[in-house]
């Protein structure tokens, strides 16, 4: 024993000694601690005491602290904690494309004093920016696009004296753009030392300030597009002479252009489409760096196209559709050989003189009184515009293996599993997308890029081009082949990633500004083939390793066997146990694969239900976001003590949620009945309700075939309880705000509270206390109490009517449906109905199958519940509606975006390239258990 005694504390003496030498600051091993707690998937490198010296991926140090934090693509689920600021060396942070990361940021990280750039780009991360981001003094970057922030654009961002790069891009932002005043309040404007203001894709409001831009400003690209902008376009703008980007594109701007836009000498890219701005033409004549103009969806008038849009020296692309532009267009002075692209469809143009010179681009004049002569129709330029052609980047003059396991095989010819993602341009400066060119520029310029940043990247390849209509951007997918191995390592994909997520990578110019978003990555390889250093390296981890693991064996036994007891308590433990301790409870619940919740994990798993993960609110109490140990995002469903039930009804419900599978149906976690507490625990639904999308809070467009969906969707669900539920379920509280939509923009109906089960069906109702929703009740049930299939039927019809109407049931004392019955004509094109439906739906054209579906909606509130159809019967004409619209609803992923385009009027292409409808018949994905 003794001499173990001297070998065990001469072991414990070479690992203090390692300790020593280059162990890190404790602040910040602590800090990382911190971190982890709230994350449940962390690198599985982190392990030991000393992130500097025992190769934690993601981390690089200096002087023992830990100066960068770069876990992109990570797989991270969880929250950032408070514990970021004990790193208060840290310059470098990104934790982007870790979708699992939700929460708000907290305001301790305005502690990081020395921190230069901070990316969380492609995160779930939400609630309100915090001020406290404007005390980092020394930020250049900061990207914080692409997640779920709203409220205001903090005024203290003013402070960021140093800022060079600003993204708060595709959020849910609100509020006026904050601007600097006489009291010493801080804004924008402030920030003379930024190049990029991206803010465009949020909700902002009110007028850009006239005060936002200076002649002392170096700004390069101002992007405040898809907002709710309103007022004119300050002059301004004019003064700050470094511009070659501005995007002030759909919004609601008005009034002219101002007369000294043409100042703006080094304006590459102009997009003022879809506003409502007005009079003559701006003159951009003499504006030589101009490729991209888009001044579309407006009311400008014109006797004539203006000689600029033909001549300027390196003018790609002019989109003046959608306008009042009437007499000719005029090419008989030849035009410049830059062109690509004119498009004046859909204006009053009258002539056209082609001139002698052969026209070598696209030239689109459908939709004007010159293309409705005989005969005019069989010109190329009277015809509507041809989709996008596709592109995948070519093999490199080799044969395509064969791949197995995931693989894809590179442009090389090398099966490897790629980090892969959606790169994005802004503001693209060309439209001649069959020039496979501009492609290749992309790829050798990104490829060239990561060899000078010495990363393990073999090739990279491009596909599927793809013009988002509701945005104006361009993306394309984007494949990273590692090189000497099949697959990346942590750092190889963080190295990468950091690239474009902090904008190192410089495209060229026709696609800049760009975004990048990477997709989570599930490959982790180790190090390259043939590198000796990297076996070394392996040799002194293996050593070192030992060595820690015998001092720390006896912690980790320790560890490991309280762990054990308690798992082994928990295993013990029946959650039911005390259910009839609660009077009246009954039998435990019988459960169809929900599980039970204690109050203590559910605490945990919400962060003691803070407020910032609160979702959802009402009469019943709140809804939280929590995060399950596996990284399973769920709503937790928290009952106030006056809207608690009985522990029969309480147990009832939950039996009836445990019993429901469907993919229109959202679904029962779990639930909480202890501590005086009654709590449920959903799937989490992450795009809101359809009250939500249809008042543009939730920023979801609703186009006409997204409606047609989410009905059909809804129907499904509500048609699945009324036939193939045993028993059957009647939901008796169908409306808009229990409709929710999910990543995919499924619909799913939400929120069993208020069920019955139809256990009589010779009699066919139940009798019961009248409860629902006023608006959406069906009368039939308020005067007998007689609860039938048919009253969700009801129910059903209001909410149809909603879809088309964009109108709350009830509003301003007008109860819907007498609404639609007092205009409706039948013999009238739309019913009759324009004063009443959804502008956004009918502002070009008549959208396919509406008067068919307020036929169907009006069927649905029959007073009598008899002369109204069963939700078999609505699911099957829904469906004929939208087969009718040009859509197939039994498709297994979006149509083209051709159909999409016709269906809507001409008005949208394809929004919906990741929706899912692998439905089959009325009941998909139907799961029926026996009760």
């Not at 692309?317 to 004046?344: E, F, K, P």
């Not at 791949?403 to 439209?431: D, E, H, K, M, W």
Request: hydrophobic share 35%.
């Amino acid at each position: 024993m003794d001499q173990q005694h001297k070998v065990f504390l001469l072991l414990l003496l070479l690992f203090q000694v390692l300790l020593v030498s280059g162990q890190t600051a404790t602040q910040d091993v602590s800090g990382l601690v911190s971190l982890t707690q709230f994350w449940s998937n962390k690198p599985a490198t982190w392990v030991g005491t000393d992130p500097c010296g025992s190769g934690w991926e993601g981390i690089s140090c200096t002087n023992s602290r830990v100066t960068d934090l770069k876990l992109s693509s990570f797989n991270l689920v969880g929250q950032l904690s408070s514990g970021i600021q004990s790193l208060s060396e840290l310059v470098n942070l990104d934790l982007s494309s870790n979708t699992g990361l939700t929460g708000s940021i907290p305001k301790e990280i305005g502690s990081l004093k020395k921190l230069q750039s901070l990316a969380l780009v492609g995160c779930g991360f939400s609630g309100q920016i915090p001020d406290s981001l404007g005390s980092l003094n020394q930020l250049t970057f900061l990207a914080l696009n692409s997640n779920q922030f709203n409220g205001s654009i903090p005024p203290s961002l003013g402070n960021l004296t140093n800022i060079n790069w600003l993204d708060l891009t595709d959020n849910q932002l609100d509020g006026s753009i904050p601007v600097s005043d006489n009291q010493g309040g801080q804004g924008l404007d402030l920030l003379l030392k930024a190049q990029h203001f991206h803010l465009g894709n949020n909700k902002l409001s009110g007028p850009i300030p006239a005060k936002l831009f200076n002649s002392k400003m170096i700004l390069e690209h101002v992007l405040l597009d898809s907002n709710q902008l309103t007022g004119s376009i300050p002059s301004t703008v004019s003064l700050v002479s470094t511009l070659e980007v501005v995007r002030f594109d759909r919004n609601q701007l008005s009034g002219g252009v101002p007369s000294n836009f043409n100042n703006l000498g080094q304006l590459s890219e102009l997009y003022l489409s879809q506003n409502k701005l007005n009079g003559s033409l701006p003159d951009l004549t003499g504006m030589n760096r101009l490729t991209y103009v888009d001044l579309s969806n407006n009311s400008f008038n014109s006797s004539g196209i203006p000689s600029w849009a033909s001549n300027l020296a390196e003018l790609t692309t002019v989109i003046l559709a959608d306008n009042q532009l009437s007499g000719a267009l005029n090419l008989s002075n030849g035009y410049s050989n830059s062109l690509q692209l004119i498009n004046l469809e859909n204006n009053r143009i009258t002539d056209f003189n082609k001139g002698s010179k052969p026209i070598i681009f696209e030239l689109i004049l459908a939709g004007n009184k010159i293309c409705l002569e005989n005969g005019a129709s069989q010109n190329s330029y009277c015809q509507q515009p041809q989709a996008m052609p596709s592109y995948s980047t070519p093999l490199n003059n080799c044969s395509l293996p064969s791949c197995s396991s995931n693989q894809i095989s590179s442009p090389n010819c090398i099966c490897a599993y790629p980090y892969t993602g959606v790169l994005l341009s802004r503001a693209l400066s060309f439209s001649n997308f069959s020039n496979t060119s501009y492609y290749k520029d992309l790829e050798q310029t990104l490829l060239n890029t990561f060899r000078a940043q010495d990363l393990p990247v073999d090739s990279v390849s491009l596909s599927n081009p793809f013009k988002n209509s509701s945005t104006g951007y361009f993306q394309m997918d984007l494949n990273i082949f590692p090189s000497q191995t099949v697959s990346f390592n942590r750092t190889g994909v963080s190295g990468v990633a950091f690239v474009l997520s902090n904008q190192i990578y410089k495209p060229p110019e026709f696609f800049s500004p760009y975004s990048f978003t990477g997709n989570n990555y599930g490959y982790y390889g180790g190090e390259p083939k043939g590198s000796s250093s990297s076996h070394t390296g392996v040799i002194v981890g293996v050593v070192v390793a030992v060595l820690v693991f015998l001092v720390l064996a006896l912690l980790v036994g320790i560890y490991a066997l309280r762990q054990t007891r308690r798992a082994n308590r928990s295993a013990e433990f029946n959650p039911f146990a005390n259910w009839e301790l609660n009077k009246n409870s009954g039998t435990a619940p019988q459960l169809k694969g929900a599980r039970w919740f204690s109050f203590e994990d559910l605490k945990k798993y919400t962060n003691n239900f803070s407020e910032d993960n609160t979702i959802g609110s009402g009469g019943y109490g709140k809804v939280y976001r929590g995060v399950l140990p596996a990284g399973e995002l769920v709503a937790v469903k928290r009952a106030a003590k006056e809207s608690m039930q009985g522990a029969v009804e309480f147990k009832t419900e939950i039996e009836l949620l445990s019993r429901v599978h469907h993919k229109n149906l959202v679904s029962l976690v779990g639930f909480c009945f202890e501590k005086g507490e009654q709590m449920l625990v959903y799937e989490y639904i992450p795009n809101g309700d359809i009250m939500d999308s249809l008042s543009g809070k939730s920023g979801i467009w609703m186009d006409w075939i997204r409606r047609l969906k989410v009905a059909l969707g809804a129907a499904r669900g509500l048609a699945y309880l009324h036939e193939l539920a045993n028993p059957p379920i009647i939901h008796r509280d169908i409306k808009s705000s229990n409709i929710l939509l999910d990543d995919s923009l499924n619909a799913k109906v939400a929120d069993f509270g208020l069920s019955k089960l139809l256990v009589d069906s010779e009699r066919g109702h139940v009798t019961t206390q009248v409860k629902g929703t006023m608006g959406y009740l069906d009368p039939e049930y308020y005067m007998t109490q007689q609860l039938t299939e048919k009253s969700d039927v009801y129910s059903f019809g209001v909410l149809m009517l909603e879809l088309v109407t964009a109108r709350r049931p009830i509003e301003q004392g007008k109860y819907i449906v007498r609404e639609v019955m007092r205009v409706m004509d039948t013999s009238k094109d739309l019913y009759n109905l324009h004063s009443i439906l959804d502008p956004s739906i009918i502002k070009v054209t008549s959208p396919k199958g509406l008067e068919k579906f307020v036929g169907l909606a009006m069927r649905c509130v029959k007073e009598y519940g008899a002369d109204r159809p069963t939700m078999a019967e609505v699911v099957k004409e829904i469906e004929n509606i939208i087969g009718f619209a040009g859509i197939n609803p039994n498709a297994e992923s979006a149509t083209t975006s051709e159909t999409y385009e016709e269906a809507s009027g001409g008005n949208v292409k394809n929004p919906y390239g990741n929706e899912d409808f692998s439905y089959s018949g009325i009941f998909p994905s139907a799961k029926v258990e026996p009760q």
